[in-house]
């Protein structure tokens, strides 16, 4: 029987502090956090994850505002609505929701936000910190929550064999830094890697990262191993599922698997949260002592 790892503590004590902060920061500054989430086209992930930002960011006070592009938007549309939002003293923070359509260059879109905004922690600037340091104020999201949920069922990650399937620039590459970070030995598995059961069943923590929803099960783990399902979307029978297939929850291999929905996307959404009152403090702080 496995254990089922929830996010639904963690993502509420970090909703809970930003709640606080922005009451506090609120009586300093006089004003009211506000994001802009961005997407191009009608990504089924990408609105879930969407939806969730708006919800959280409602809950604890911040000003959430979408700006949808059509899918046939060029680089040069999504580019030149960023810099209007870059310009805009009332726009804190700014997030780009993912994944772009293919004739998007990704790049030039992250690149093209200012870093002091960056909720996604996507820019070249953040990124650079966290190659450097392992850590940033406002690295990715969903890596970010990864690790938080590890922590926060003291799951040993120094001298851990990790495998990451996924090399994503949002979540398998920048796990691998932080994990690295962290003192665990981390393998990438990704769609050219061969013999993938062989490596994935070596791993003391095994994080799935691939979109292909409810591809993996029992054969691909080993007992008593952590799963870590960062997958999410519409499986086959309408219901939100994950990478893992939901059929092998109540097997009889031991091991431990947070739960899609309510694991990691839960707190990827906490961590949203806590990085737009992060960029709002910090922009209004400065604001506040140019007066």
């Known amino acids: 029987m496995k254990e089922l790892l929830t996010g639904k503590q963690i993502a509420e004590e970090i909703l809970e502090n930003s709640a606080e902060r922005i009451r506090l920061g609120h009586q300093k500054?006089?004003?009211t956090p506000c994001v802009a989430i961005v997407y191009v086209g009608d990504d089924e992930a990408?609105?879930?994850y969407a939806y969730q930002k708006r919800k959280a960011c409602a809950r604890v006070g911040i000003r959430a505002v979408e700006y949808g592009l059509e899918y046939t938007a060029s680089t040069e549309d999504v580019i030149e609505l960023i810099y209007k939002l870059d310009a805009d003293i009332g726009t804190h923070g700014i997030m780009v929701q993912t994944p772009l359509p293919k004739h998007i260059d990704a790049d030039r879109v992250f690149d093209s936000i200012l870093y002091s905004k960056d909720i996604d922690g996507v820019t070249q600037?953040?990124?650079y910190k966290l190659y450097k340091y392992g850590h940033t104020e406002l690295g990715p999201c969903t890596a970010e929550a990864v690790v938080a949920l590890l922590d926060h069922y003291n799951?040993?990650?120094?001298?851990?064999r990790v495998v990451v399937v996924g090399r994503s620039d949002t979540v398998g590459k920048p796990l691998t830094l932080m994990l690295t970070q962290r003192d665990a030995t981390v393998t990438i598995v990704h769609t050219k890697t061969k013999k993938t059961k062989e490596i994935t069943k070596q791993a003391d923590i095994l994080i799935l990262a691939t979109g292909d929803l409810?591809?993996?099960d029992d054969t691909y783990i080993k007992e008593g191993a952590t799963v870590i399902d960062v997958g999410i979307g519409k499986g086959s029978s309408n219901k939100t599922v994950g990478d893992f297939n939901q059929a092998d929850y109540t097997s009889n291999k031991k091991a431990r698997i947070s739960k899609v929905p309510g694991g990691v996307g839960a707190v990827?959404?906490?961590i949203s949260v806590e990085h737009i009152v992060y960029a709002w403090e910090k922009i209004s702080e400065r604001k506040?002592?140019?007066?």
């Open 155 to 160: 799951i040993p990650i120094s001298g851990a």
């Open 46 to 48: 990408s609105r879930i």
């Open 29 to 31: 500054y006089s004003t």
């Open 214 to 216: 409810e591809k993996f």
């Open 288 to 291: 506040h002592t140019e007066k």
């Open 268 to 270: 990827t959404t906490a």
């Open 125 to 127: 600037w953040n990124v």
